[in-house]
Each structure stands twice: as structure tokens, then as C-alpha cells.
């Protein structure tokens, strides 16, 4: 896989983004193995720049495995400062296919109603009401359920 290459600019704005977070995959004594890049690739995939906090005490070491990754990885490399090796590549987009369910009712909404005052220099009092799937906000402020409720036969026929 070949390896990204990013513009000295687009370099020092990763580098800027990188300042603040915190390393999210660290590699140990051990060095690189097959789970530190397959766990270096997943967070690349959820996050696009990541750090990677490297324990061993050899610099030349910690450089090979930099550029070992980026290669791997098709990722550029950004930053090795100390310890620490800052990593980007673009998310993958991934889309996500909602199923549209036909009997999913609609969920609640929320309405912002003003009930102004019989005298003329009050301000209106504002209430926050909540329509559920089933009901309706009727013209004077109140909610209502969209279908009467249904009654049986017998019910209806004792009345």
C-alpha cells in the first residue's frame, strides 16, 4: 500500500488538531505486531488522526516503526516527537441503510406555545408541550389524541 503524502501546510494543520488528544493505541517493549497494527488500523478507521504512545527507550526503533506503519497502513505520518507518533488517513465514509419500517409510528415533538394574556401589557406565558405519535395540538393550545378512542360495541350500545 502506498503511503500518503500531505503538503508541509496540511502537515502543521494535523499537527495542530493532534496537539489535544490523547494517545489511543500504545505500542510496548514488544515493538509492532499483528495486533498493534490491526488495532492501530481500526482506530484510524473510527478517528482519522490518532497518537500512538511508544515504551521502548530506542529512537531509531521508534522512527522504523513510524514509517513501518504509515506504510502499512496507507497513512501519513505527522509528527514523531518523543514517544509519541501522530498517524492520519482520511475516514472511510460509510454509509448506513435505514430500513423504512411501515408500521413505526411517528416519535414526540416537542412545541413551543404562547398563551397571551386577557390584559394587553403582560408578556405571553410560554409553555413547552410535548405531541406524542398519537396526538395533535389542537388551534387553542391543548393536545389532543388524533383518533378517538375506540369504544366496543357493547359500550357503545349501553349508553
Given at each position: 500500500?502506498?503511503?500518503?503524502?500531505?503538503?508541509?501546510?496540511?502537515?502543521?494543520?494535523?499537527?495542530?488538531?493532534?496537539?489535544?488528544?490523547?494517545?489511543?493505541?500504545?505500542?510496548?517493549?514488544?515493538?509492532?505486531?499483528?495486533?498493534?497494527?490491526?488495532?492501530?488500523?481500526?482506530?484510524?478507521?473510527?478517528?482519522?488522526?490518532?497518537?500512538?504512545?511508544?515504551?521502548?527507550?530506542?529512537?531509531?526503533?521508534?522512527?522504523?516503526?513510524?514509517?513501518?506503519?504509515?506504510?502499512k497502513l496507507s497513512a501519513a505520518p505527522i509528527q514523531h516527537i518523543g514517544k509519541l507518533l501522530v498517524l492520519w488517513r482520511p475516514k472511510p465514509e460509510i454509509k448506513k441503510v435505514r430500513s423504512e419500517d411501515e408500521d413505526r409510528m411517528p416519535g414526540p415533538r416537542d412545541f413551543k406555545v404562547l398563551k397571551y394574556s386577557t390584559l394587553g401589557g403582560q408578556r405571553p406565558e410560554v409553555k413547552m408541550l410535548r405531541v406524542l405519535g398519537n396526538q395533535r395540538l389542537t388551534q387553542g393550545g391543548k393536545v389532543k389524541r388524533a383518533q378517538p378512542k375506540q369504544t366496543s360495541i357493547k359500550k357503545r350500545s349501553q349508553t
Amino acid at each position: 500500500m502506498t503511503k500518503i503524502i500531505l503538503t508541509p501546510a496540511q502537515r502543521k494543520v494535523h499537527r495542530a488538531e493532534a496537539h489535544h488528544l490523547d494517545p489511543v493505541v500504545m505500542i510496548g517493549n514488544d515493538g509492532l505486531s499483528t495486533a498493534v497494527t490491526k488495532e492501530v488500523n481500526a482506530s484510524l478507521n473510527a478517528h482519522g488522526l490518532i497518537k500512538i504512545r511508544v515504551l521502548g527507550d530506542d529512537r531509531v526503533t521508534r522512527e522504523e516503526m513510524f514509517q513501518t506503519l504509515a506504510e502499512k497502513l496507507s497513512a501519513a505520518p505527522i509528527q514523531h516527537i518523543g514517544k509519541l507518533l501522530v498517524l492520519w488517513r482520511p475516514k472511510p465514509e460509510i454509509k448506513k441503510v435505514r430500513s423504512e419500517d411501515e408500521d413505526r409510528m411517528p416519535g414526540p415533538r416537542d412545541f413551543k406555545v404562547l398563551k397571551y394574556s386577557t390584559l394587553g401589557g403582560q408578556r405571553p406565558e410560554v409553555k413547552m408541550l410535548r405531541v406524542l405519535g398519537n396526538q395533535r395540538l389542537t388551534q387553542g393550545g391543548k393536545v389532543k389524541r388524533a383518533q378517538p378512542k375506540q369504544t366496543s360495541i357493547k359500550k357503545r350500545s349501553q349508553t
